[in-house]
């Protein structure tokens, strides 16, 4: 029903930027909350931010607080990941995902379960 494919991955050394895109089908994407999360090689599939569907209301994870932005454009059906100062630990696959019909306009969630539909994921590799 809904499709999401990520973009804008890539290779950067540390200190370095990179934006992410997700790009959604469908006309409810005005009104899911969108999500961020990221996988490391053997590590399970992490929250890194939030975006409420009035885009009024963010959540980051605090070990990209202060250097991860979340945005969303509705008229683009895009929401977006800007990324600076990264550092190797950032390096995994990201992911969006989105949650359909949220309990009110600046609902934000954190947890991976509440989240209905899931993009193939982008890969982020930071070097040092």
């Known amino acids: 029903q809904v499709q999401l494919v990520e973009s804008g991955g890539g290779l950067v050394q540390a200190g370095g930027s990179l934006r992410l895109a997700c790009a959604a089908s469908g006309r409810t994407f005005s009104t899911a909350v969108m999500g961020w999360f990221r996988q490391g090689p053997g590590e399970e599939r992490d929250f890194v931010a939030v975006?409420?569907?009035?885009?009024?209301?963010?959540l980051y994870a605090d070990s990209v607080k202060g250097r991860f932005t979340i945005s969303r454009d509705n008229a683009k059906n895009t929401v977006y990941l800007q990324m600076n100062s990264l550092k190797p630990e950032d390096t995994a696959v990201y992911y969006c995902?989105?949650?359909?019909?949220?309990?009110?306009?600046?609902?934000?969630?954190?947890?991976?379960?509440?989240?209905?539909?899931w993009g193939q994921g982008t890969q982020v590799t930071v070097s040092s």
């Open positions: 995902a989105a949650k359909m019909r949220p309990r009110y306009s600046d609902y934000v969630t954190y947890r991976r379960n509440e989240y209905d539909y």
């Open positions: 975006i409420s569907w009035s885009g009024i209301s963010t």
